[in-house]
């Protein structure tokens, strides 16, 4: 027996209400909060690490700038040009604690202070070079 075609022109009656569509909408609304629930322990599992603490907290801080190093200044020197076999050199500077290093011709650094004395001098020219030295060692010769 063949089943009677249905006349398409007829309105279709509602299939889609019942117990069938409920099951399907509450589906789909376990499905979304299921979603919802996930993207939410996501969010609280990143700002737990702290992927969100550089939008909170604003700029980022600046990094510390390096010391300024010492800037000494000679205060007194032999005249030149001279006659004297031997040279006294005064020096200061205007930061508290420094420490000094000086030079003669080219030769050795060595630790100095203030009123340094150098004797016995060959006749001729001399170079004679300082610096002053922070507690952060960092130092300018002159």
Do not use: W, Y
């Not at 299939?15 to 939410?40: W, Y």
């Not at 006749?123 to 002159?142: D, E, M, N, P």
């Amino acid at each position: 027996m063949r089943a009677a075609k249905r006349d398409r022109s007829e309105p279709r009656q509602a299939e889609d209400t019942g117990p069938a569509r409920r099951r399907l909408t509450g589906r789909r609304s376990l499905a979304l909060l299921a979603a919802l629930t996930l993207l939410i322990l996501a969010s609280v599992s990143l700002a737990a690490a702290g992927a969100f603490a550089p939008l909170l907290r604003g700029a980022p801080p600046t990094p510390p700038q390096p010391p300024t190093p010492p800037a000494p200044s000679l205060t007194a020197k032999p005249a030149d040009p001279t006659n004297q076999n031997g040279a006294r050199f005064a020096f200061t500077d205007q930061q508290a604690g420094v420490g000094f290093q000086c030079q003669l011709d080219g030769g050795q650094v060595v630790t100095c202070a203030s009123g340094v004395t150098f004797s016995s001098l060959a006749q001729g020219s001399h170079t004679f070079k300082f610096r002053a030295l922070s507690v952060s060692k960092t130092g300018s010769i002159t």
